[in-house]
């Protein structure tokens, strides 16, 4: 894992070495291993390397081939090195000598901009041609790592992050508004734009490129809802997911250090954790396992159909495996708008979970401690692998399989109420105003003020309801017919790469097999009665799984509700919040995008109990804090003296 | 032995020493040399805040009044410039009403107090006359007052703030009266104080450089492009004379003590400092300790008898370390508490090693209540104003000041009425002058503050990165020459500015980063990060 950045002079002149070297310096904290520049005519190119893998010792970076052709920055893992290897005619003696870096250059060097059809991992890299002065630069399908890009007056920049580019006059620091708001919306960031003005970011699974000053985008893939699979039986489905997700876990289990796990009461991580133990059990290697718990002793109430410690069922996981360190992580020593800050600018935008920082900052900093390189987890595991199927009442009743709806229907009974598998059925067909009318009635209806404290006065002035038109996306509840488009959206819209790159800051990466494209290729074009059979959510998984995980997993009636405690943790700096709604109502610009007033009044109506009610929740724990995560950015941009 | 007896002493040993006898002195006193010591006694006493609520048309009256403060008290501390001011002020033509307050003022403020000239009524009829004219039709509503009231009035005020003469507002405020009676004789006619009166009643609008608050605060703006100040009158550099005004009754509160750890980190600092003084030896030397190794030479016959070696000071270049605090709004609170202690320990270990030092802070004077801001939208906004706030520099402790006498300033850092904002760019560029001036060769400038310069008034009207692109355009240069600036950024990354930079995540790592940094930039190895 690296953090990379550039600067190109479009006049012809050499970049200034002051700025690159601010720009190596601002980095230096994500990549603290070796920090290397390489300046030739217009172009300074620099490198700052945290060494993961065991190839990572092999890397040199900028690398410029032998012939002088291209020198290129690389930032992140490759997971088919072997078989791009194959394909690039390189022996396994040879291959074990090379570093990722080296292979991408090779594939550059073969196949010019084709080459990131031929990569798979987590990466985002920038291949430098200096003889036809032109620069590629290209992020993963899924969006894994970040990169970013500025073009001004006489010169191209690009970062990891935002703040590389800061560090070179001309560069605004000024936030983006309408992606803010675009961005609290949950809408999906498209474009390339980020949350600051004229910064844009290359898109996940796009190729760009800079010839004198045209731009260049290409799209070199794109996760594509409609592809089908179709095998000849279940079993046969079963083998290959089978094969699919060991190969996935397997990929992300390359590492020159100890390695670790995100461990809840859910299936997601269950899987994940499982998997990497009996694998890296083979080789006798051990595994941390880490599970967030409320503090000793809470006996607080968590909302309707979840549980409030994660404990018991990730001890269960941990148990049927004689390599798994099980950690429980409590409580963050750290007060809370210090973890708001300190991640903010870390990833140089705001937490969109603000609470759940809390403890995922507690676990990164334990496992800082312990050593660990590589922190498993499985976080868009929901949209992939344990996919409950559910929506596929929606498609057989849109489809007008009646006989079909009805016998899953009839099994889901005796799991989920049957209110809900009515509305999940036939509330996505009802016409929009029909629809929209249930919601209001059976109160599921998302408000966006109840998830983020926008400024109501402010949000009018955005156009959030044209842009989300625009994109077919949704301000309130989503309505999806298709669950594999809503899939696909969703993992689409997620922000991994900034929480990726923030955990170099300790040394860390992060790595999601259920977030591997193969994996995400197979979950989304698989039939969806692979995932519902006979009222039984998750049934491919569950097949899987059904040896592995342990019943409090496999037959839990609720759900994991994490950091259960999180408001008595807020209560306890209740003063430190006060003091920060006070400072944001001093600044202009937090004043006039915030509903400060109304997180004021939050805080002074801090409630003594109910905190497992909906209303109250939204309130706090998503809209309190999410405003609060906003305010800190809006600070960290625009700085004031108040 | 009383003021007046020293004064008069320090003068006549002075004119012994330097000018062989007040006859000759007084003769050789080119006139110029008076007009350059009114211009500098006015950047050194005169501060523009004092009059800022000044109404404009009172404005004239008021600065022949404050230039003959400043030139009274530049007069009693220092005996050369009493003679070159004198020698001015007896050549100095004219006889409307302004001069005649310069004059009379410099009588009244003299010491002893002398009677001051008549008014022009008195001394010229046909001036008075005129003056007389000029009211009745531009103030028919209000008679000037005869010139022996403007007189009387004058000799009351002046004698009611000669014993608080270094308080330039206490003696604004005292002038109300006084300036009001001479406003009803309507606007003032040229008069023909020095220049740094005239640089003041000037424009508010016209660019950089104006002479008005202070030589050195006005040099500091440097020539960077598109920088501009729109501007200097209520600029501030206050001095320890200020400071010891703005003091409360009974001083500041003390300086809490700072915890073991920082004292002990100070402590291996100094024994760092002191130790790489110590370590080199000097060999074939004829006294000292036997050098092992030479011994075979003195055994052989007629030998060298120089078999010995002797400790000594390494030849180590002589530092001198600027410390440049923000003491803005957003330092307030702990951030600003931890970097006090920091500073006192950093401070008095450099001294104790020899290190001469210099505390400087910087913010700015004026808050939402902003008088440029408001000159500015009173001129109709013209675009691209520049900066549009008062600096204010402050020297807590000088090179040759000795720490003990200037840590009791220091606590003016934690007050809140210390700074608002803060203009990053004009404080290094000052500070960097004043250090370049020192002789040491190495020259260290250690900015502590909380990230990037910040001024709302100026943003506002000029864009984001205004005052950012000025500040990076004087630190490139700052970096391009001897001096080598580090900045510690207290929470926030100042690394995009600063080629070498340090984070504090925790403030109460400040000591740590503070004592590792200064050991890096004077030399002498840091802590292993």
């Known amino acids: 894992m690296s953090a990379i950045a550039g600067l190109i002079r479009l006049d012809g002149t050499a970049p200034d070495r002051a700025t690159l070297q601010r720009m190596q310096a601002v980095l230096a904290p994500y990549g603290v291993d070796a920090q290397r520049q390489w300046r030739e005519g217009p172009a300074g190119l620099l490198h700052c390397l945290l060494r993961i893998t065991p190839e990572d010792s092999l890397d040199q970076q900028p690398r410029l081939d032998p012939e002088r052709r291209c020198v290129v920055l690389f930032d992140g893992r490759l997971d088919n090195r072997r078989e791009l290897a194959a394909e690039l005619g390189l022996g396994s003696a040879e291959l074990a000598l090379l570093a990722d870096v080296d292979l991408v250059q090779r594939a550059c060097l073969r196949w010019a901009d084709a080459a990131p059809e031929h990569l798979l991992g987590s990466f985002a890299y920038a291949c430098w041609w200096p003889a036809q002065r032109r620069l590629e630069l290209v992020r993963d399908a899924m969006g894994g790592r970040p990169l970013v890009w500025f073009q001004g007056h006489g010169f191209f920049a690009f970062a990891s992050l935002p703040k590389g580019l800061f560090c070179i006059p001309g560069v605004p620091r000024e936030i983006c508004q309408a992606s803010l708001a675009e961005r609290l919306a949950l809408l999906p960031m498209s474009g390339g734009q980020t949350l600051f003005k004229d910064i844009r970011s290359v898109e996940r699974g796009q190729l760009l490129s800079l010839q004198g000053e045209r731009l260049e985008r290409r799209q070199y893939y794109r996760l594509d809802p409609r592809r089908e699979l179709r095998l000849g039986s279940d079993d046969e489905y079963l083998e290959a997911f089978s094969e699919i997700l060991e190969r996935s876990v397997a990929s992300c289990l390359r590492a020159a250090g100890p390695l670790a796990t995100q461990l809840s009461s859910g299936f997601d991580s269950g899987t994940v954790t499982a998997l990497a133990a009996r694998q890296l059990a083979r080789s006798g290697q051990r595994l941390t396992a880490f599970t967030a718990v409320p503090r000793e002793g809470f006996d607080g109430p968590a909302p309707k159909g979840q549980h409030a410690d994660e404990g018991p069922g990730a001890r269960a996981v941990a148990a049927r495996f004689a390599n798994i360190e099980h950690v429980l992580i409590r409580a963050n020593q750290r007060a809370p708008l210090d973890v708001l800050r300190a991640r903010t600018e870390a990833m140089d935008c705001m937490p969109m979970y603000a609470v759940n920082c809390l403890w995922l900052d507690a676990i990164e900093a334990d496992a800082q401690r312990r050593g660990v390189r590589v922190l498993l987890n499985a976080n868009v595991g929901n949209m992939t692998i344990s996919h409950t199927g559910l929506t596929y009442l929606a498609e057989l009743f849109g489809k007008g399989r009646w006989r079909d709806w009805w016998r899953e229907l009839t099994a889901c009974r005796r799991r989920h109420p049957l209110a809900r598998l009515l509305r999940l059925s036939v509330e996505p067909h009802l016409p929009l105003p029909l629809w929209r009318l249930q919601a209001r009635l059976s109160d599921t209806q998302l408000h966006l003020e109840k998830r983020s404290a926008l400024h109501s006065r402010w949000r009018q002035g955005t156009h959030l309801e044209a842009r989300a038109k625009a994109l077919d996306w949704f301000l309130e509840r989503p309505r999806w017919k298709d669950s594999r488009q809503m899939r696909a959206a969703v993992l689409s819209r997620g922000n991994a790469a900034e929480t990726a790159i923030a955990a170099n800051l300790r040394g860390l990466e992060l790595r999601d097999p259920t977030a591997d494209r193969r994996l995400v290729e197979f979950c989304l074009s698989i039939p969806e009665d692979q995932y519902l059979r006979d009222g039984q959510t998750r049934w491919l998984l569950r097949r899987l799984v059904g040896d592995l995980l342990p019943p409090e997993v496999l037959n839990a009636q609720s759900r994991g509700y994490q950091a259960a405690d999180w408001y008595e943790t807020l209560g306890a700096a209740l003063p430190d919040l006060h003091e920060e709604v006070q400072r944001l109502m001093s600044h202009a610009g937090a004043a006039e995008m915030l509903d400060l007033q109304g997180m004021r009044a939050s805080l002074e109506n801090w409630p003594a109990a109910g905190w497992e009610r909906k209303a109250v929740t939204e309130e706090y724990r998503a809209r309190l804090m999410r405003g609060l995560a906003v305010g800190g950015f809006i600070r960290y941009v625009e700085p004031d003296n108040r | ?529």
């Not at chain 2, 080119?30 to 050194?44: L, M, Q, S």
């Not at chain 2, 605090?325 to 931890?338: C, K, N, T, Y």
């Not at chain 2, 939208?377 to 020297?395: C, D, I, K, Q, W």
């Open chain 2, 1 to 529: 032995m009383s003021e007046p007896a020293r004064r008069a002493n320090a003068l006549a040993a002075w004119q012994r020493a330097y000018a062989g006898g007040a006859g000759p002195l007084a003769a050789s006193a080119a006139p110029e040399r008076g007009t350059a010591d009114a211009e500098a006694a006015w950047a050194h006493w005169h501060r523009a805040a004092a009059a800022a609520n000044l109404d404009a048309s009172l404005r004239p009256w008021y600065d022949a009044l404050e230039q003959a403060r400043v030139e009274s008290l530049a007069a009693a501390d220092l005996p050369g410039m009493r003679i070159n001011l004198a020698r001015r002020l007896e050549r100095l033509a004219g006889a409307d009403l302004a001069t005649w307050l310069y004059r009379a003022a410099r009588a009244r403020l003299a010491d002893p107090p002398g009677t001051p000239p008549p008014p022009p009524s008195a001394a010229n009829g046909q001036g008075a006359s005129a003056l007389r004219k000029l009211a009745f039709w531009r103030r028919p509503g209000s008679a000037p007052p005869p010139a022996e009231v403007l007189q009387r009035l004058l000799v009351e005020t002046l004698d009611a703030v000669r014993d608080c003469l270094a308080d330039g507002r206490r003696y604004a405020e005292a002038l109300q009266p006084l300036l009001a009676a001479c406003a009803c004789y309507g606007s003032a006619p040229a008069v023909a104080l020095p220049q740094a009166v005239a640089g003041l009643a000037a424009d508010a609008a016209l660019p950089l450089p104006s002479a008005s608050a202070g030589a050195e605060l006005a040099k500091a703006v440097p020539a960077a492009e598109g920088y501009r100040v729109y501007s200097t009158a209520w600029d501030e550099l206050l001095g320890p004379r200020e400071l010891a005004a703005r003091m409360p009754t009974g001083g500041w509160p003390a300086l809490p003590p700072a915890d073991v750890a920082s004292r002990r980190l100070a402590l291996r600092l100094q024994r760092r400092l002191q130790a790489a003084r110590l370590r080199r030896w000097s060999f074939g030397e004829e006294q000292g300790l036997l050098d092992n190794r030479r011994l075979a030479s003195a055994i052989k016959q007629g030998g060298d008898t120089r078999i010995f070696r002797r400790e000594g000071e390494a030849p180590q270049a002589e530092a001198c370390v600027t410390l440049l605090v923000d003491q803005s709004g957003s330092m307030r609170g702990q951030p600003a508490l931890l970097a006090v202690q920091a500073i006192d320990l950093a401070v008095a270990a450099l001294e104790r090693c020899g290190v001469r030092c210099e505390v400087l802070g910087f913010a700015t004077a004026e808050g939402p209540e902003n008088p440029l801001r408001r000159a500015w939208e009173a001129a109709g906004r013209p675009p691209a104003p520049g900066r549009l706030n008062a600096v204010r520099h402050v020297v807590y402790k000088t090179r040759g000041q000795p720490w003990r006498q200037a840590r009791r300033y220091l606590p003016w850092l934690l007050d809140a009425t210390a700074g608002v904002e803060n203009i990053d760019g004009e404080a290094l560029a000052w500070a960097a002058r004043r250090l370049a001036r020192q002789p040491e060769s190495r020259k260290v400038l250690l900015v502590i503050g909380d990230g990037a310069p910040c001024d709302a008034a100026t943003r506002e009207a000029n864009g984001a990165s205004f005052l950012d692109d000025h500040l990076r355009a004087v630190i490139a240069a700052i970096e391009a020459g001897p001096i080598h600036l580090a900045a510690l950024g207290v929470g926030q990354n100042v690394g995009r500015f600063y080629a070498h930079s340090m984070t504090l995540r925790a403030p109460e790592r400040i000591a740590v980063q503070l004592f590792e940094q200064l050991a890096e930039l004077l030399d002498v190895g840091g802590e292993r990060r």
